[in-house]
């Protein structure tokens, strides 16, 4: 086991959960898609534009090998794709809402088959800095990363639209398992002794407990360990909004407890599962 934990295999959700969006998208009113999102700036029109984006970039990428990144003199990763997306965005805007859904309707089963033949313990094509910067990352947690970025901005739109849904515990729970998978990173400042243990427990249908164990002089997620040093618990909603920055860190603890070590447990409610 690596330090990101056993592998998890989402392929088969994707197309449940683009189902539901597609089926929410297709039911909404013209003013719903000017509706403000929590993306700054960008309303529901430019989130499902992004979506676009992502499935565009993943297919044009993994399938066709199509290297079109270009990097501006000292941009770093995160400046970069806030400057490609928002490009794209608003590019998107010329696309009206059908054709839009038309293309993810399309694209989906394609992307599909894409994660269909990656060997998910192999290499990812792209690492997940989030969960590490000095290892690779496997292709499971690279594939899981994109399940948890449709799955998100899915709930960003129903957030917008005030329409609940895709949130069964079996759609849920996987990105759960996934944002759990940058603990390791979240800790990584504090050192302490071989063995400390850290938990963090996400209440609800969908919640967990994962555990951060230090062994070797990094964190790795561990099934078991000793009497953990520090305990963070919160919700399944709080969980994941602070992991895609639907809430700040501030008001994470808010809603959060935690006990023990005030650093390890002020440390894992730092978690953060995108690129910022």
């Avoid at 690279?142 to 079996?170: I, L, N, S």
């Avoid at 000793?226 to 992991?243: C, K």
Wanted: proline share 8%; aromatic share 8%; hydrophobic share 45%.
């Amino acid at each position: 086991m690596t330090i990101f934990g056993p592998v998890i295999d989402v392929r088969p959700l994707f197309p449940r959960e683009r189902r539901a969006l597609l089926d929410l998208l297709g039911g909404l009113e013209p003013a719903d898609w000017s509706r403000p999102t929590v993306c700054p700036g960008w309303d529901v029109h430019d989130v499902v534009g992004h979506l676009l984006n992502d499935y565009a970039r993943r297919l044009s990428g993994g399938r066709d090998r199509h290297g079109g990144a270009v990097f501006a003199a000292g941009e770093t990763l995160p400046s970069y794709l806030a400057r490609v997306n928002e490009e794209f965005v608003r590019a998107a805007r010329q696309l009206s809402p059908r054709l839009m859904i038309e293309l993810l309707e399309h694209l989906g089963p394609r992307l599909d088959a894409l994660w269909a033949a990656v060997d998910m313990t192999g290499p990812a094509a792209l690492d997940v800095s989030w969960a590490a910067t000095d290892l690779p990352s496997p292709a499971w947690l690279d594939v899981g990363r994109e399940y948890t970025e449709f799955w998100v901005h899915q709930q960003q739109v129903r957030d917008a639209v005030g329409v609940p849904g895709a949130d069964d515990p079996e759609l849920v729970r996987p990105a759960l398992e996934i944002f759990a998978r940058a603990l390791p990173q979240a800790l990584r400042a504090e050192e302490r002794p071989e063995g400390t243990a850290v938990e963090l427990e996400v209440t609800g249908p969908a919640g967990g407990r994962w555990l951060a164990v230090r062994r070797e002089g990094r964190w790795r997620l561990e099934p078991e360990g000793t009497q953990p040093a520090a305990w963070v618990t919160m919700d399944q909603d709080a969980f994941w909004r602070l992991a895609s920055r639907g809430v700040t860190v501030g008001e994470a603890r808010a809603r959060a407890v935690l006990t023990g070590d005030p650093a390890l447990a002020s440390a894992t409610t730092t978690l953060l599962a995108v690129v910022a």
